[in-house]
């Protein structure tokens, strides 16, 4: 069965389930003054069931999300720029092609570096619940830790804006034209 899409102010966006294609260029994407943009090919109508894909959108130090293990699998390829991983205290520089498998409980999380935007494929299993904010002194020191472990997102995020549809702002992305 095919999901139609439909226009929003921030892109594409499917109606309901089903198949369907969509252009990176055209998906609805959802920004945050802190932590990026990102493009989920999903809708509050049409939520996929087995795992979620997005690409997240960085800027040089700006993370992702806060420093946090969770309960599934996740899995990240760099499409596009260079970034710091955080992972399990240690700090790796990637860079366009890089593959970051990350098992579940794995703390992780990336930081935009070098001259421009980095663009990131994300895919995590949604089988299990569960996420913890470890305190870290490497993420905090990149504006990505929490000073207080927790296992609640609403107060790991408390002091930050809410994330918001709107159109992904960055240039010099591979699926924009030039």
């Not at 990240?76 to 366009?96: K, M, Q, S, T």
């Not at 305190?135 to 809410?162: C, K, M, N, P, Q």
């Amino acid at each position: 069965m095919k999901a139609d899409l439909r226009e929003t102010e921030a892109g594409l966006e499917p109606a309901g389930e089903g198949w369907f294609v969509v252009n990176v260029a055209d998906a609805q994407a959802y920004v945050n003054d802190d932590f990026g943009s990102y493009l989920p090919f999903e809708s509050r109508d049409a939520r996929f069931a087995e795992f979620g894909v997005n690409i997240h959108v960085l800027q040089p130090g700006e993370p992702n999300c806060m420093y946090h293990g969770e309960a599934s699998q996740e899995d990240f390829l760099v499409l596009h720029g260079e970034c710091v991983l955080i992972v399990d205290g240690e700090e790796r520089r990637l860079r366009a092609w890089d593959f970051f498998h990350c098992p579940p409980w794995t703390e992780h999380v990336f930081v935009g570096a070098g001259g421009g935007p980095c663009a990131i494929l994300m895919v995590g299993g949604r089988r299990e619940r569960g996420l913890r904010y470890p305190v870290s002194d490497l993420a905090l020191r990149h504006g990505a830790g929490v000073e207080e472990e927790t296992t609640e997102g609403s107060i790991a995020y408390a002091r930050f804006a809410d994330t918001r549809p709107g159109r992904l702002e960055a240039t010099g992305l591979p699926w924009q034209a030039t």
